[in-house]
């Protein structure tokens, strides 16, 4: 504040009460809170809401849902929270995996654009063009069927090497499993290989932190990431050596009509996760391209001019300034990913959103399946912008 | 008010507070007012009969995307078994009334458009379900068509029974019977599957490009959807059928009259087809009726008596007469519609007093009408 | 505001003799230019020769798709489900006139405010060749081509019109003028004596005729704009009143195009208030504007519309399309008040005080001074919100009993012969909604272009 005297004011005990700003505030709010008010009486008032409750949540499914991954509920003796609960985990995949393969497209197709390559810039912005400019919901049935149509049935599964198979029913692919330990030890065994894994990362970041600490207050160079990636290869052979082999790797294998071990990207997976992943990802290259053009240009020069070459001009210099200014629109488009996993409707996809129309088709209750839909998109949207804030203050922290 | 107080408090956040608590104190209490009276009308929904003929629109759910029960042409217009129906109650309802045919293919969200007014009647190859007669609020009107779940397969699967469909993929509409009724019965068996859900075009659709082992649903159902594809052959629908779907017009609950209208509409064209009223003899049946339960039927009187009106004064006692006189008995609806794709004959859905003689021991029509009287 | 000064002409600049190079021969250029941009290193000619094959593989799976392997007759066959679906065909009149008024309108409002460039004709000739081809492929279209040939014709009409009144610098015209004009024009054609004074040439009297009937361009301007605010419900009088459609029996892409200019300037009127409300001191206010901002954003749209369907008619009733208007108005309102209130905070607090110093009350110097620069600056989010909103229509299809462009692509894929063909439908509704999303974004930048965002 500052020290100046306060200027004259009229004295407040000689204006009108009507006139003071205090009592006009307060007027103009009651008023309208008063309104607010009665519009949201008349709305509860109008919502029938004689069997509001949500104890039908707990009474048996009575159905199965597809695309468990991790989870095998069989639906007539599991409640029906619990097959939502198998919903969300569907969609939580889904828009995790979109997510992560959207940014990568994003990245890519946005430096494309700006690309000095006149082809690639043209295939970029084609590419923005077509897939930011049609209905996300078109893209993923179109997906859908050419994954139905284009690959091959199951009789004549494509096979690279026992290795990976393709067929409209899906890509299996190897997969991790826990299996018994070096001394026949049982299966949760393989607990103490992650939490020995865990306390060598955590090692391995005390390093790190110790060696940039001692890099800022000497100038030396020191190689923190090396030493830190040394010492958790060093920590993850020895508990590998000292506990076994707890991990296996399972290869698919075709048992008639089915896949077997490993793991398997449904097409239904597969069609949403593309679709998200190009809308998104097109979105996002019209973010990174703005974020770097915004940067004044002497950045480039001055890279060009110490003798950086194109690809380390790109990561050093020119994308970890844009990442500053691009987080907040591109958190924008992750909590858009969430919201927009709800098209899972339109493929043969067992996410929250079908599964809670399933249930409220079984049990009535629109409304409070409404309230369990829109809160569980909410948490979901919350977590990921708790995620994204806590990058931005990373990346925000020092100032440029 | 204090002047000094609001000085101090005009706009800072604990104003905002207080407001909004009284506020929200408010609506409760209005709500607390007003919420009584709501209820008690929200409890009956009226009365359709009155409410349809006030509107001049008969709005009926159906399927459009099921060949020969309801299905959207390329002009856009709609038709099938199951439309045949709306436009029998319709005309039952007199002139003036018009037809809506809404959307309601997708399973999941029917009976909240019936709750929700947006459809007066539903006629979508539903099943009566006792959950959904109580839970759902559905009152269900006789049944139209009898069938069962059944299920087809690759022809070259060399799947013949459920018993060999373990750990295989069974595309399922989702939001139906047939869901549930898999779910039962592969317990039952012991044996575990993968189900594919979903809306009823896309699992055909994913059933057909062979990303199911198997496809579920009404037998109806498949053999009106499988029969009309040009590789048909490909496709083999098994015999064993492992509940009994009886498909029916669902009304709201409480509203007893549209449903006796809807219910009697039904059985009208069944009696029609009982007695050999038929579209083309109709009116002369009208005119000079054989025998008191035609006359009775058709709302006319026999022989210069006194027409019955049993009661159906909000649609006149010709009620069932303008529904033959619009689409014909039920055989008629069913040869116009359904025809050879579903055989009638020794099926469930021929009546009950069809010559049995020809038929396979422990097969047989079901169907007859009450007695309209 | 003073007379406006003409626009300066675009300078060439003149370099000095001395630092003028001599322009090389066009050969030259163009291999220059290929090298600089396609063949610059090793690496980029790497680039170029994957991306040419890339593009080459593309390109012949695409002919091969559209030319040969593709069945369009699922498209040709069903032109009238998928265009209106229910409407009644005998009120066909409707559609048509609805869209010669709409094109009429876009042609007045380019002509009036911007300019067609050689890229716009191209791109009009091209959709209507298109249009045009797909609605004779195959069948007896002869009527629709012509009524479609006409509608672009008013296009065109409107923006020559538009052009023409936009040369008229005069500000006002009274009547007497106009009448003084037409005198003029016609007084010795009536005149007993003589008859036509051939000594007037007959462009004079055209002129004269034109400038006493047009309109001024500032009375051009509020007729079109006053056309524009009027126009949608003026196209649902013309689609629905007098024994026309009923409302749900709108549908197909004729539904897409309702909803989406509906959610549009809905969304537009409800996010104005709703901003000012989210800037505002007063707690309350400021709080319940949030709340509503930040929950409609929490949730899909398909959540939003399951209320249409399942809680709304309980709380406002109404016809299911108006409640999805309703839902779709509010759902927009939302994501657009963000990028307003984001507009309204990038603006220099002197704009505020200025405002205040001049004594506008708080209403006025929001109306003059700020809104119209927040709006001018969130023209580029808004017009991305209205594309989104405008794909965001085919969720209708999903879970309401709504059927439009998309559900009645599933309805034309459900008859027997098309069953294998739902890619080609589906790329279909996929190129129709990139058509209007493309003229939706050129119209954007040339708004841009137009009111100078980003040069102030």
């Known amino acids: 504040m500052s020290q100046q005297p306060a200027p004259q004011l009229p004295d407040p005990a000689r204006t009108p009460l009507f006139y003071q700003r205090g009592f006009r505030s307060v007027l103009t709010q009651g008023i309208y809170v008063a309104l607010t008010a009665i519009v949201l009486a008349y709305v509860i008032a109008s919502l029938d809401l004689r069997e509001f409750g949500f104890g039908f949540l707990s009474e048996p499914a009575g159905f199965k849902v597809g695309n468990q991954w991790l989870v095998d509920v069989d639906g007539v003796t599991n409640s029906r929270i619990t097959m939502y609960l198998v919903g969300v985990w569907s969609t939580l995949r889904a828009v995790l995996v979109a997510i992560l393969l959207a940014t990568l497209v994003g990245v890519v197709v946005g430096v494309a654009r700006l690309s000095s390559n006149w082809l690639v810039a043209r295939m970029a912005m084609l590419f923005v063009e077509v897939f930011r400019n049609t209905p996300l919901l078109v893209q993923i049935v179109i997906w859908y069927a050419i994954l139905l149509v284009g690959a091959p049935v199951i009789q004549n599964v494509l096979n690279v090497g026992d290795f990976l198979f393709l067929s409209n029913r899906g890509i299996a692919i190897p997969w991790p499993v826990p299996s018994d330990g070096l001394w026949g030890a049982p299966d949760w065994f393989v607990g103490i290989w992650v939490l020995a894994l865990i306390a060598v990362g955590a090692v391995a970041m005390r390093v790190r932190a110790k060696r940039q600490e001692h890099e800022r207050e000497t100038g030396r160079i020191l190689f923190a990431n090396r030493w830190a990636m040394g010492v958790f290869a060093a920590g993850a052979l020895i508990s590998f050596l000292i506990l076994g082999v707890p991990v296996s790797i399972d290869r698919p294998v075709i048992e008639g009509t089915s896949y077997a071990e490993g793991m398997l990207v449904q097409p239904e997976f597969a069609a949403l996760v593309l679709g998200l992943t190009m809308y998104t990802g097109a979105f996002i290259a019209e973010i990174v391209r703005g974020s770097i053009q915004a940067l004044p240009k002497g950045q480039t020069e001055a890279a060009n001019a110490i003798g950086l070459t194109g690809y380390q001009r790109l990561t050093l210099v020119i994308l970890p300034q844009a990442l500053r200014q691009m987080i907040p629109s591109v958190t924008n488009q992750f909590l858009n990913v969430n919201k927009n996993s709800s098209l899972a409707y339109a493929v043969l996809f067992d996410d929250l959103f079908r599964v809670a129309t399933i249930v409220q088709n079984k049990a009535g209750h629109a409304l409070e399946m409404f309230f369990v839909i829109i809160i569980t998109y909410m948490v979901i949207s919350f977590a990921i912008s708790a995620v994204m804030n806590v990058l931005n203050a990373r990346v925000t922290a020092h100032r440029i | 008010m204090h002047r000094s107080l609001l000085r101090k408090y005009g706009s800072s956040w604990r104003t905002g507070a207080i407001v909004t608590l009284v506020a929200i104190l408010g609506a409760l209490a209005l709500v607390a007012c007003t919420s009584s009276d709501e209820q008690d009308s929200a409890a009956g929904r009226g009365n359709t009969v009155q409410a349809v003929k006030d509107s001049g629109v008969l709005k009926c759910g159906v399927k459009q995307t099921q060949p020969l029960f309801g299905f959207r042409e390329p002009d856009g217009t709609v038709s099938g078994f199951d439309v045949e129906f709306c436009k029998a109650i319709q005309a039952a309802l007199g002139d003036g009334v018009g037809l809506e045919l809404v959307d309601a293919s997708d399973a999941s969200t029917r009976f909240e458009l019936l709750n929700d007014g947006e459809i007066d009647v539903l006629i979508r190859t539903t099943t009566i379900t006792a959950s959904r007669d109580r839970e759902l609020g559905v009152d269900f009107a006789q049944t139209t068509f009898y069938t069962g779940q059944g299920f087809a397969v690759h022809a070259d699967s060399g799947i013949n029974a459920t018993s060999d469909m373990g750990g295989r993929t069974i595309c399922v509409q989702s939001g139906t019977t047939t869901e549930q009724n898999l779910a039962d019965h592969f317990t039952d068996l012991g044996l575990d599957f993968t189900p594919l859900g979903g809306g009823d075009q896309e699992t055909q659709d994913a059933f057909v490009a062979g990303r199911c082992d198997v496809w579920t649903a009404d037998q109806s159902n498949l053999a009106s959807r499988i029969g009309v594809l040009d590789n048909a052959s490909d496709f083999v629908i098994l015999g064993e059928l492992i509940s009994k779907e009886p498909l029916a017009p669902g009304v709201r609950d409480y509203d007893s009259e549209w449903k006796d209208v809807v219910n009697w509409v039904v059985h009208g064209l069944i009696a029609a087809e009982e007695l050999g009223i038929t579209r083309a003899n109709v009116a002369s049946m009208a005119a000079n009726p054989p025998n008191t339960t035609v006359a009775r039927l058709l709302g006319v009187s026999f022989e210069g008596g006194e027409v019955s009106t049993l009661g159906f004064d909000s649609v006149n006692a010709q009620f069932i007469q303008r529904a033959i006189a619009a689409v014909g008995n039920y055989g008629e609806i069913y040869a116009n519609t359904v025809g050879d794709a579903v055989p009638r004959a020794c099926s469930l859905n021929a009546l009950a007093s069809e010559d049995k003689s020809n038929c396979p021991p422990g097969t047989g029509g079901i169907q007859y009408a009450l007695p309209y009287r | ?456």
Request: glycine share 8%; charged share 15%.
């Open chain 3, 1 to 456: 505001m003073t007379q406006q000064l003409p626009a300066p002409q675009s300078q060439r600049i003149v370099l000095p003799p001395h630092r003028q190079r001599a322009r090389r021969p066009r050969s030259v250029r163009t291999r220059e230019w290929i090298h600089r941009n396609l063949f610059p290193s090793t690496a980029g000619t790497a680039l170029t020769i994957v991306s040419v094959t890339f593009i080459a593989a593309l390109t012949v799976g695409i002919v091969w798709f559209v030319f040969f392997d593709a069945n369009w007759r699922v498209i040709t066959d069903n032109r009238w489900l998928l265009f209106a679906g229910s409407f009644p065909h005998d009120q066909e009149w409707r559609l048509w006139a609805a869209m010669g008024f709409v094109f009429a309108l876009i042609g007045l409002s380019y002509g009036m405010w911007s300019s067609l460039g050689r890229k716009d004709h191209l791109f009009i000739v091209l959709t209507g060749i298109a249009v045009i081809l797909f609605m004779g492929h195959g069948g007896a279209a002869f009527w629709s081509s012509l009524w479609f040939l006409l509608s672009i014709a008013l296009l065109f009409l409107g923006y020559v019109i538009a052009r023409t009144i936009g040369h008229d610098r005069a500000r006002q015209r009274s009547l007497l003028t106009r009448v003084i004009l037409l005198r003029f024009a016609f007084d010795d054609a009536f005149s007993l004596r003589g008859g036509f004074d051939k000594t007037v040439p007959i462009q004079t009297r055209a002129r004269a005729v034109r400038v006493a009937l047009f309109p001024t361009r500032t009375g051009a301007n509020r007729i079109v704009g006053g056309l524009l605010i009027l126009a949608l419900p003026l196209v649902l009088v013309i689609l629905l009143a007098g024994g026309g459609a009923s409302m749900r029996e709108l549908d197909g892409f004729v539904l897409n195009l309702l909803l989406a200019p509906v959610g549009i300037v809905g969304g537009l009127v409800i996010a104005i208030p709703l901003a000012i409300g989210r800037a505002s001191k007063l707690h309350a206010i400021k709080w319940t504007c949030t709340a509503y901002i930040e929950i409609v954003r929490g949730a899909p749209l398909l959540g939003w519309l399951f209320v249409a369907l399942f809680i709304l008619d309980d709380i406002i009733g109404g016809d299911l399309i108006i409640r999805t208007m309703v839902v779709l108005a509010v759902f927009t309102a939302a994501y657009m008040a963000e990028y307003i209130r984001g507009a309204l905070q990038t603006l220099p607090h002197g704009q505020y005080e200025a405002a205040q110093a001049v004594g506008l009350s708080r209403g006025q110097s929001l109306r003059l001074i700020i809104m119209p620069q927040a709006l001018r600056i969130s023209i580029p989010p808004i017009v991305g919100q209205a594309i989104a909103i405008w794909k965001d229509t085919t969720l209708v299809t999903v879970i309401l009993p709504l059927r439009e462009l998309k559900g009645n692509a599933d309805s034309a894929i459900a008859q027997s012969e098309f069953i294998p063909d739902r890619i080609e439908a589906y790329i279909f509704v996929a190129v129709a909604f990139w058509i209007v999303a493309f003229i939706m974004s050129r119209i954007s930048q040339r708004m841009e272009r137009a009111q100078g965002i980003g040069e102030r």
